[in-house]
């Protein structure tokens, strides 16, 4: 069943690395401007974000089983409707409906996972749920951009929809027997009221991360595979680039190295990501040569590495499991603000490649300053 919950974090997540390499071009293709392209990446993550806060709350009320068959069965007849678009604003809608449907997904998956992780080695757990997410970050956009150099982006979404109608079926019968305990009134979740949790210093904090790490991923969605046909290379090389953070993520993912997150604080690590992640950016945004791309993302991978299980760690230790799933709503809602602040923003300053690369890459080294200052301010005064 745990690996089963896996198999749909890694396809939920395969579907949206999926995209990065083809989306703008496929805007570009049906005419759309440059504010209307980073409105198509990014208005699947408003859409999302929507769908994310309604999953965390239909969890806890009805558990995770029948919100993941919802958003696996209706994603995909989303995905299918792509075949129908015909112009840059029938895409728009077809994306904000896509973005809604599979934000229903991730957040049920994860509380699932976190709610029967061991304390002791829930960094260690998250890391394990990162590997999946890797995988997906790695073999997502090879494939997609190779697929589509020979087909279309239409065809890559409905083969996505036909591998999560696929997973809808198998989840009846392998999660069907998974059986949720509805609280009583007496628990402490039912007392709970939603702006406790933005008040949480942990769980702030592990907004912010997962705010920023995806702000990230919002600007390589729009500017990289710009700047890579730019200098006339195609999607293919795009797939490539954006798997490269993927493989050195699930490397550290799996070595031994992953012991780090049980016996490290996570602000620390999450700090050392996000400064990874910041001087990545500018490596990007500095380099028009094929090889020190390849490192740039590679540096990349390594922030995203430290980031994505510490601000996962935060977040279970800052929740109890009665009101999980409304703080993974929550969480996955910023993931996805995240995503449209950073291809809606970068788009709407209308920068070059490399502006919008040293922007990014100055505003992740700045979170990361302040946040350890932060730190050493709380030590201080402790």
């Not at 409105?39 to 974000?49: D, H, P, R």
């Not at 700090?271 to 028009?288: A, K, P, R, T, Y």
């Not at 809602?333 to 690369?357: C, E, Q, R």
Request: charged letters at 10%.
């Amino acid at each position: 069943m745990r690996f089963f919950v896996y198999l749909i974090v890694f396809f939920s997540f395969f579907d949206l690395f999926s995209q990065l390499p083809i989306m703008s071009p496929f805007a570009l293709s049906l005419g759309a401007s440059s504010f209307l392209t980073g409105l198509a990446v990014g208005i699947y993550s408003f859409s999302n974000t929507i769908g994310n806060v309604i999953s965390g709350f239909m969890t806890d009320r009805k558990g995770p089983f029948l919100v993941l068959l919802t958003g696996l069965f209706a994603s995909s007849v989303s995905l299918y409707l792509y075949m129908f678009v015909v112009g840059p604003y029938s895409l728009l809608g077809i994306r904000f409906l896509h973005g809604f449907m599979e934000g229903l997904i991730v957040p049920a998956a994860f509380t699932f996972l976190a709610n029967r992780a061991k304390e002791s080695k829930r960094g260690r757990s998250v890391a394990i749920s990162g590997v999946f997410v890797g995988m997906a970050a790695i073999i997502g956009p090879a494939y997609s951009g190779i697929v589509a150099s020979k087909t279309s982006a239409a065809s890559i979404m409905v083969i996505n929809g036909v591998i999560m109608l696929i997973l809808a079926i198998l989840a009846i019968f392998f999660l069907r027997n998974f059986s949720f305990e509805r609280k009583g009134k007496s628990t402490t979740g039912q007392h709970f009221k939603v702006r406790e949790l933005f008040r949480h210093p942990g769980m702030q904090r592990a907004f912010a991360g997962a705010f920023f790490l995806m702000f990230s991923q919002g600007v390589l969605a729009l500017i990289l595979p710009l700047k890579v046909e730019a200098l006339g290379f195609d999607t293919k090389m795009t797939g490539m680039l954006l798997s490269t953070f993927g493989v050195v993520a699930i490397l550290i993912f799996l070595l031994p190295i992953n012991r780090i997150f049980d016996r490290v604080r996570p602000m620390v690590t999450l700090s050392f990501g996000i400064s990874i992640m910041g001087v990545s950016m500018l490596f990007l945004s500095q380099m028009d040569d094929l090889v020190y791309l390849f490192g740039a993302l590679a540096i990349y991978g390594i922030g995203f590495a430290f980031l994505f299980p510490s601000i996962n760690s935060l977040l279970i230790d800052s929740s109890s499991p009665e009101y999980r799933g409304k703080a993974y709503g929550y969480f996955y809602a910023f993931f996805s603000i995240g995503v449209v602040a950073g291809s809606s923003v970068i788009g709407y300053l209308d920068l070059t490649y490399n502006g919008g690369f040293m922007v990014t890459g100055f505003v992740l080294i700045g979170i990361a300053l302040y946040t350890i200052l932060g730190m050493r301010k709380k030590k201080r005064y402790a």
